[in-house]
């Protein structure tokens, strides 16, 4: 063999590849489960006005794109990285300008035959921008500016995706705090950011006054624990003011200007039916009216008097999943998502038509699947001698782990449902190609991995 042109096929991580492909074949066979009808002709497979004609024709121009991936030099993606990262960023601006409104979200930029949304695609931008700056001499993670400039870098366009109305998306963001963590990262910044989340789920289930009185006692403790140590050192009695002055802060003004200002009615009623509660307190009549009508909308009205209070999307999905048993209807039997009981069955709450075609094997299997990728992921990135490539690879891992946490949750009430997708299942030409080019460069890199990549 010329070893100017090599084989494409040489280095590859075959394990990663199957893994892609089955779990892709697996959104196919979900798509199709629930789309097909029995008049349907072979000529619907390929006639590209079913979802799953579509999603078909996706893959096979998703699979083109990562063989182009995988001819193309390494050293393409470092030094591109930064110039990507801010065409990504113009392309979320755009939607300010010429976005199209989707779910009452102007997000994304209509191309004909399908829709991108910037916000999904700038995640592969971001996480080559965030391996570049952390492969660069000079980047020292252990110093506070490093910090901030890889933290600017991460949620800038979190921020922009807020300002779309589309928070959801800015969720995932988060997900860059994986690889943070593993380039050293300090761990208070993790008990910090969990001890926040916990404290704005308790702002939300507890009542207000209770809550505040509970954080009183907790400071109180504090202080009396510490309190020879804040004898010699009064600084540690400022810290402990802080924290409570901080968390009272959460809960008296942050949670609720969230709820009042910042959230969508539909956004605020699926984080209140997921802890079943049906009457927060607002302070403006106006907002409370919103509420209302909104959970009139999703159907928790058509709840039972005394029954936990719940989106009907939810409540379908759980009713779909819980009927499927533990072997499932079989294929093309499920009759709650073949009968379009269970909105976006085909999109966000996918998962639902897996479990009641293939029940909790099927469920079991698919989780294996995406644990299998992940684990290979892990080992993939610590095996590089570039840190370019470790950091990328953790990048990668962690947008996968924060998709599949939050949809699967989701789908079984256990969470908020912010309409992220389930990786390679959910229908939609931008995910899929978002996660096939996030894939397959890396596949490219550990393919180079004996180059050292800046």
């Given amino acids: 063999m010329n070893p100017k042109n090599p084989s494409i096929s040489k280095g590859i991580d075959w394990l990663v590849v199957v893994l892609y492909f089955s779990l892709a074949l697996i959104g196919l066979l979900c798509i199709f489960s629930v ?45 591109t990285a930064n110039l990507g990262y801010v065409v990504g960023l113009l392309l979320i601006l755009s939607t300010f300008v010429i976005g199209k409104e989707v779910g009452g979200s102007k997000s994304w930029i209509p191309l004909g035959f399908m829709n991108i949304q910037p916000v999904e695609v700038c995640k592969i931008f971001t996480s080559l921008a965030l391996a570049k700056y952390f492969s660069m001499p000079d980047t020292d993670f252990r110093k506070s500016r490093s910090q901030l400039i890889a933290a600017a870098i991460a949620f800038a366009p979190a921020i922009l995706s807020v300002l779309q109305k589309e928070p959801g998306a800015a969720i995932v963001y988060f997900s860059f705090g994986i690889a943070f963590y593993r380039e050293g990262l300090p761990a208070i910044y993790l008990v910090v950011f969990f001890s926040l989340a916990i404290l704005i789920v308790a702002s939300i289930v507890v009542p207000p006054n209770i809550l505040f009185i509970a954080l009183t006692i907790i400071a109180a403790m504090f202080i009396y624990l510490y309190k020879r140590k804040i004898k010699r050192n009064r600084n540690i009695l400022f810290i402990i003011a802080g924290a409570w002055l901080m ?29 079943g509660i049906d009457d927060y307190k607002f302070k403006s009549p106006e907002r409370t009216a919103e509420i209302k009508r909104e959970f009139a909308k999703l159907g928790t009205a058509k709840n039972k008097p005394g029954e936990k ?19 499932g209807k079989g294929f093309l039997q499920g009759t709650q998502t073949r009968g379009d009981f269970v909105p976006a069955q085909n999109t966000d709450f996918i998962f639902s038509s897996l479990g009641e075609n293939f029940g909790f094997i099927g469920c079991s299997v698919l989780m294996l699947l995406y644990f299998g990728l992940m684990i290979r992921i892990i080992i993939i990135a610590e095996r590089q001698r570039s ?27 256990l969470a908020p449902s912010p309409g992220i997708t389930l990786p390679l299942l959910s229908y939609g030409g931008s995910s899929l190609l978002t996660f096939t080019i996030l894939i397959f460069i890396l596949i490219k890199l550990d393919a180079d991995r004996q180059m050292v990549l800046r």
Avoid at 251 to 268: D, M, N, S, Y
Avoid at 316 to 325: L, V
Avoid at 387 to 411: D, E, K, P
């Fill in 387 to 413: 840190t370019f490539s470790r950091v990328y690879a953790y990048c990668v891992a962690g947008i996968l782990f924060f998709h599949v946490a939050l949809n699967v949750c989701m789908t079984l009430g």
């Fill in 247 to 275: 968390s009272v802060g959460v809960q008296k003004f942050l949670v609720p200007a969230l709820f009042e200002k910042v959230l969508k009615p539909h956004q605020v009623v699926r984080i209140l039916a997921t802890f």
């Fill in 35 to 79: 789309e097909y009808k029995t008049t349907d002709g072979l000529q619907s497979i390929f006639g590209f006005k079913k979802e799953y004609s579509k999603q078909l024709f996706f893959l096979m121009g998703s699979t083109v794109v990562a063989i182009f991936i995988l001819l193309t030099d390494s050293k393409l993606f470092t030094a």
């Fill in 309 to 327: 209070v719940e989106s009907y999307n939810v409540k379908q999905s759980k009713i779909a999943i819980g009927s499927g048993g533990f072997w």
